[in-house]
């Protein structure tokens, strides 16, 4: 099992990224799944997360209206666009997965999450 992010680089304030995490050695069906980010000195946070149907979303209130979470279990891949960046955003960035019963349900808690991807850095150039 095993959860790879990518994605992340170099970009000014005002720009886009999108950041990718593929799935191997098992199948995203009724796994709920989330973005997660770290900056340095700071506790790691939820900053998108998404139901196992696809249907239910969460969003940290500072991404609201920028970012966007979407899955495709046909290739098992999640994607997390970004779009208007801030300096704020820069942090190393993970996705993790979390094995649910629970179509519709997102999880926002971390400690909740079975499986971490290794971590993608996005810096944002003021």
């Known amino acids: 099992v095993q959860l790879q992010a990518s994605g992340g680089g170099l970009v000014q304030a005002g720009g886009s990224l999108r950041l990718s995490c593929a799935a191997s050695?098992?199948?995203?069906?009724?796994?709920?799944l989330g973005w997660f980010r770290q900056a340095p000195g700071k506790e790691r946070e939820g900053v998108s997360c998404?139901?196992?149907?696809?249907?239910?979303?969460y969003y940290l209130d500072s991404v609201k209206g920028r970012f966007t979470i979407s899955r495709d279990d046909t290739k098992n891949t999640l994607t997390l666009q970004m779009n208007r960046l801030k300096p704020e955003d820069t942090a190393v960035y993970f996705c993790a997965a979390l094995y649910s019963h629970n179509s519709s349900a997102f999880y926002t808690n971390l400690d909740d999450y079975d499986y971490w991807g290794q971590g993608t850095q996005v810096t944002v150039s003021s």
């Open positions: 998404i139901s196992p149907s696809g249907t239910n979303a």
């Open positions: 050695g098992f199948s995203l069906d009724y796994w709920a």
